[in-house]
DNA sequence: CTTGGCCACTCGTCTATACGAGTATGCCTC
DNA sequence: GAGGCATACTCGTATAGACGAGTGGCCAAG
């Protein structure tokens, strides 16, 4: 077994206020934040953590757990404990709406991460008719029922995003919303074309921790928490004709807005 | 000692694929969710749980670190684990530096929480020169020192956000703005007094699991992610005049944006 | 009645051990 | 050389036990 980097890792203080777990935890976040460990690089297994500090397994496994909660490390079964690498982020800046930035043949996702060098893809396309929720009811005007648009964003192979898109039955039906490739410059342009002009989108943004169903379906490391984005989009005339409801690994993703100061 | 609350909870099965203490965290999970134990109340102490699913300790309390890290639950020394009650959520709006919002005594912050019947507190104030940080400086245009101004906001007593504000020294020196009580209006107010209109914000959000440093600051129970907010104000000749960086309890707030679909 | 201490109950920390399961590597066989 | 298997190493799960420390209620002494 090799032993950890010596001068990296230092001894713990049983006798201190502190838990040995936390004090370990501590040596770690430090080695790590001054890049003694670098990113992706593999820290030292248990069982070497273990001999170096002369506590039991449980402990050294608390002190990691502390570090996976916190998002800095992340374990894989088999393998080791690693570095958790700084993906590439997405920013979404507040003009990625605009009509100027309709792209003719291929979605606004495509688009940019194309020129940001990543391979995107979309996947678990899925388009139905359903009966709203109360609260996307409430956002939309109460429709009787709603055109559903679900679909996964992946970037390199890694999911990033999932949206859910909801619009009044009687925008949609019949048209190329209601079909899984809605067409150039994507349902916005649709909505257009239709005689609905856009005026302006409402976007409500949370934070918290993903449901076991969303770590799943984003693949999230613990301590990844999700940015969770509502966004409705209203016509000329005041009419709430879509609200997207989107849950983004919080890691992958910065969002850029522009306030009036008026 | 108190048998489990009959119905509420089932039985694990041992053979099957899925951990038992994953087994025992989603029937938790779905007691809560179904309402079967409602806010703040208290769940089967651990004690209670290993009676009753019939496992050792080390299971239970891995279940219950399993929803403590998804924020569901929080343990509380000598008392026991409860389900953790939503608080009240701030909302922030996307007019909210408009400058008819500029009241006239009291910040931006007291006004609201007082509308909207909360408590609201504001301490570790601290004004101070300071040399700024790469990021800071590359954002105002590198000046030599900036002026800091860093404060906790509280609401009913509980820590729900700090912010460090940036201004170039040449702005701020001298003026109310290096005071602890910049006057009416606010630093924004002061900084249009002195010939520096504004016009606009931008701001930049990202969500990720808070540093120790910043869960003490703001008193975060676990699986609580912060929102990380940075705000850069311009004026109307296109100088940044002011950075502010926030950290918000993600629990604490949603933030609200409009977005023009020009 | 108040106060102090005891005690029961709670979660927190730590040890020692055992076995399972995923991964990588090297060696052996074909 | 290619394939397959054994093996060693990794983390994952689970048990049983011990003591510490925070909380709150009860009761007896003052």
Redesign the pocket.
């Known amino acids: 077994?090799?032993p950890v980097p010596s001068g990296v890792l230092g001894a713990v203080d049983?006798t201190s206020d502190r838990?040995?777990?936390?004090?370990i935890a501590d040596q770690l976040r430090e080695a790590i934040d001054r890049g003694r460990f670098k990113e992706g690089s593999k820290?030292?297994?248990?069982?070497?953590l273990v001999e170096h500090f002369?506590?039991?397994?449980?402990?050294v496994?608390?002190s990691?757990g502390v570090l996976q909660s916190e998002g800095l490390i992340s374990?894989?079964?088999?393998?080791?404990?690693f570095v958790r690498p700084r993906p590439p982020v997405r920013r979404l800046a507040s003009d990625r709406f605009a009509r100027r930035h309709r792209d003719q043949g291929k979605s606004a996702f495509i688009v940019e991460a194309d020129a940001a060098g990543s391979r995107p893809e979309v996947d678990s396309l899925e388009v139905r008719e359903e009966k709203p929720s109360r609260d996307i009811s409430a956002r939309l005007g109460s429709p009787r029922k709603v055109l559903v648009r679900r679909r996964r964003y992946l970037l390199d192979g890694r999911p990033v995003e999932f949206a859910v898109s909801y619009l009044p039955l009687d925008l949609a039906r019949g048209t190329r919303i209601a079909e899984p490739n809605p067409g150039p410059g994507g349902i916005y342009a649709r909505l257009e074309e239709a005689g609905h002009r856009l005026d302006h989108f409402d976007e409500e943004v949370r934070a918290r921790m993903p449901s076991p169903g969303e770590a799943k379906m984003l693949r999230l490391a613990s301590g990844v928490p999700v940015i969770h984005l509502v966004r409705t989009a209203y016509d000329t005339e005041g009419r709430a004709v879509e609200v997207c409801d989107t849950v983004m690994a919080a890691d992958a993703y910065v969002l850029a807005y522009q306030l009036p100061a008026t």
Do not use: D
């Open positions: 077994m090799a049983p838990a040995v777990f936390r004090q820290l030292p297994s248990e069982a070497e002369g506590v039991s397994r449980m402990t496994r608390n990691i374990a894989e079964h088999g393998k080791g404990v």
